[in-house]
Structure formats: C-alpha cells, structure tokens
C-alpha cells in the first residue's frame, strides 16, 4: 500500500481494529485523480456491457455457431482468470500499475477493433472470436490486479471504502443500463460492428487513466534467480493463506463465488422450465435485482460506518443463503416476487461485499505484495465461480433442476461461517498495514 500506511501495534494487540476516519460524501468527488479513475471505470463497464450480447451474437449470428459453440465463448474468457492471476500479480509488483492498466486497456481496444475489421473484409472466423475472448480475458484479469493495486496510491486508507463504493456504483449502473443500450445498438450497426463502441470505450479509458498526475515510485527490482522467482510466485499466497483476517476473507470469497457459479448456471433454465416464466419475465427480474446491488452501493459506506466493516462483511456473506433460498422455493404462481427478491438480496449482497471486503484487503496487504495477494484472491476465490458452474450443470442433469437449486442454498450458507468464526467479524474500520 502507499506509504503513509502504518501499524498499529497497541490496538492490534488488546484485540481491537483501527477506527477509520469518516470523511463527507463530497470529498472523493472533489479529488481530481480519483474521479478520472473513476470516470474511466465507468465508460469501460458500460462498453463492456455491449460486448457482453455483441460477442455471442456474433458468433451466433453472423457465423451460425452452435449453441455450445456460443458456450465456449464464455468459458474461453474466463478461463484467462485461472491461469493468469497469480504470475500476473508478481509481474504488476514489479512495475509501475499504471502503464499497466493504460496497455492493458489498449490492447483490449485493438482486439475487439479487429473483429469489426474483419467482418467488414469477410474474413470473420469462430477462432477469432475465441482468440480475442481469451486475450481479453487475460488483459481484464491483468488490468483489474494492476487497478486494485494503485487505488491505494491515489486515495488514503480512509477513503478505500468510499471509493470502492463509487466503482461498485458505476458498475451496477452499467449493468442495468449496457444491456439495453447494447441491444439497440446491436439492432442499428450489427453485433460486429457494435463492438467498436467498447474498442473506444477502453481507449477512453486508457486516455483518462493516462492522466492521472499520481505518480508511483517504481519499485526497486533486483535481478533474481530461479529459486526467487518461485518465493515471488508464492509470496502472495502465503501472505493472504496465514493472515488471519486474509485468510477467512478467501475462504468465504471462495464458497460464495462457488455457490454463484452454481446458481447462475442453471437459474434462467429453472426459471423458463420449472418456473414457468418467459425469457422476457427472466430479463426483467434480472434487471430488478440491479435494485439491491445499486442500494449495496450507495450504502455501503453508511453501513460500514454504523456496524463496522468486519460485521458489514459477515452480514453480506450471510445474505447469499436467504437469497439462494427464495430461488429454490419460489412456487409457480408467485414466481416472479420471490425470484426477485432473492436477486435483489443477491445483488446487495455482492455489493456490499466488494465495498467492504476490497477496502480490507487493499488496506492489510504491504504495497510491495499488494498485486501478487490480488492475483491469489483473484485465482483461488473468484476462479470458484467457473468450478461452481460445472458443478451445477452437473447436479441439474443428474438431480434436476429444483433439486440442484436447493443444493446450491446449501453451499451459498457457508460462505459467512469463516468470517464469522475469524477476527474478521469485530473489525470496527479499515485496518493499518503490518508494514
């Protein structure tokens, strides 16, 4: 972290956490930095939100792919996040984050720019599409590690929370708003051509990140043998696996994203099968639930302030249970109310995690490590969510659809139990580093 963060031995030793200061609403929106960060988060997400119909509905309309060939598209982005995390992490704790997100933004730009390119010249193949989801894939793995890293060196431990609430904000805006703008832009240029607007939204992005007048002390690297090489690779590991409020944050991260992962693979087929409801119903319930993400957001902060951010986290882990079970019970005939109150919990839940439990972590791991824990928690705790897909295409093949949805209620009521048994759950503010 920056180097203004400091340790507190008196208070970690009587066992109470660091009170954070509270700073006005206003301040972060009067911080010039951060709102060019923030801006650039914004346009980004909402681009992102367009590729995330144009890409498949390139593949399906324009090349007439099969259904799981459309499948794959998914999988071939999200398997970059297992494989690049962890190297990723000790690369971006070797150089200045910055220029980092800046390539990563423009390289993401020039591969989606080469998608439009070929349709228009006629040579727009599946395994292009593959090739760019995969590259992308590894560029938002590298860009998100190397981002988590620097907001510490541009905004004080005080404020990590009040900024991760304004990212969680705009993303949630994104979601509710990118689909529907996607769609009609799809319906005006073509799917192909609709994804130059998330080229130019990361080259925006790239410009405003670009700006930013923080500047980082490059770190001081020496030349390393083999034997270094594999202590930086588990570094990272060590550091969030034996401390003992890292350590449970995983475990939990880990079991939600495993129980949302089994969830998100079967729940619109449940929906439209066991449920009953048209694809046009599921849509809207989906975008209803944004309701509780947009609330985690905006009061994430307030909430954190009153209970205190350990409790704020143990409370966020804990929702996914309720919220899994209103899936798993709804009955035919008021489907519609209980789907949607469990993807409101659902999203409210994630929100005020990712306000909560980001700050935590940015705030406890040493700036030299920062990257390398990011890529960790990224690979071991959110690399769950693809195992729980599998997973729950599995159980609803051979149980059925109701019955992998109650299963899944299981696993989404574990994932509180590590933080609430830890010292994680008497956490009053944002703790100090231990360097």
């Known amino acids: 972290m920056a180097s203004n963060v400091r340790h507190v031995p008196d208070e970690a030793s009587a066992g109470r956490s660091p009170a954070v200061s509270t700073l006005p609403l206003a301040g972060l929106v009067q911080h010039g930095d951060f709102l060019r960060l923030w801006s650039a988060q914004a346009v980004s997400a909402l681009g992102s939100q367009i590729t995330l119909l144009a890409l498949p509905l390139t593949a399906l309309l324009v090349l007439h792919a099969k259904p799981y060939e459309v499948a794959l598209l998914a999988t071939a982005g999200s398997l970059p996040m297992l494989a690049v995390g962890i190297p990723a992490g000790v690369w971006v704790d070797r150089v200045r984050r910055r220029p980092v997100m800046v390539t990563a933004d423009l390289t993401r730009a020039a591969m989606l720019a080469s998608l439009p390119a070929a349709y228009a010249l006629g040579s727009l193949t599946l395994p292009h599409l593959y090739f760019v989801a995969v590259v992308n894939g590894a560029f938002s793995t590298l860009f998100e590690i190397a981002s988590q890293a620097y907001l510490p060196s ?13 990212f969680e904000i705009s993303r949630i805006v994104a979601w509710s708003a990118g689909p529907g703008a996607g769609g009609g832009l799809i319906s005006l240029v073509t ?46 590991a060590r550091y969030v696996l034996g401390h003992p409020y890292l350590r449970p ?24 099968r066991e449920l009953g409801l048209t694809a046009a119903t599921v849509g809207l319930v989906l975008s209803l639930g944004q309701i509780g993400g947009f609330l985690g957001a905006v009061f994430g902060r307030r909430l954190a302030d009153r209970l205190g951010v350990g409790p704020t986290v143990v409370t966020s882990l804990f929702l996914f249970g309720p919220a899994t079970l209103l ?41 030299r490590l920062l990257a390398r824990a990011t890529g960790f928690t990224t690979t071991a705790g959110t690399g769950a969510f693809p195992i729980g897909t599998a997973i729950g295409g599995a159980l609803a093949g051979a149980l059925g659809l109701r019955q992998a949805m109650l299963l899944g209620t299981v696993v989404a009521l574990l994932p509180f139990l590590p933080v609430a048994l830890s010292p994680v759950r008497s956490l009053r503010g944002v703790p100090a580093s231990d360097e």
Do not use: M
Not at 252 to 269: E, P, T
């Open 154 to 166: 541009v905004v004080t431990r005080a404020q990590l929370i009040d900024a991760n609430a304004k």
């Open 191 to 236: 799917a192909p051509v609709a994804l130059l607007a998330d080229a130019a939204s990361f080259v925006a992005s790239a410009c405003l990140i670009r700006s930013v007048s923080t500047h980082e002390q490059r770190p001081a690297v020496a030349h390393h043998c083999a034997g270094d090489r594999r202590r930086e690779l588990s570094e990272g």
């Open 249 to 272: 944050l995983l475990l939990g991260h880990a079991l939600a994203n495993l129980a949302l992962g089994l969830v998100w693979a079967i729940v619109i087929v449940y929906a439209v």
């Open 327 to 367: 899936l798993a019970v709804a009955p035919r005939d008021v489907a519609i109310v209980f789907l949607a109150l469990g993807w409101i919990l659902e999203n409210l839940a994630r929100a005020l995690y990712g306000v909560s439990a980001t700050s935590i972590r940015q705030a406890l791991v040493p700036n």
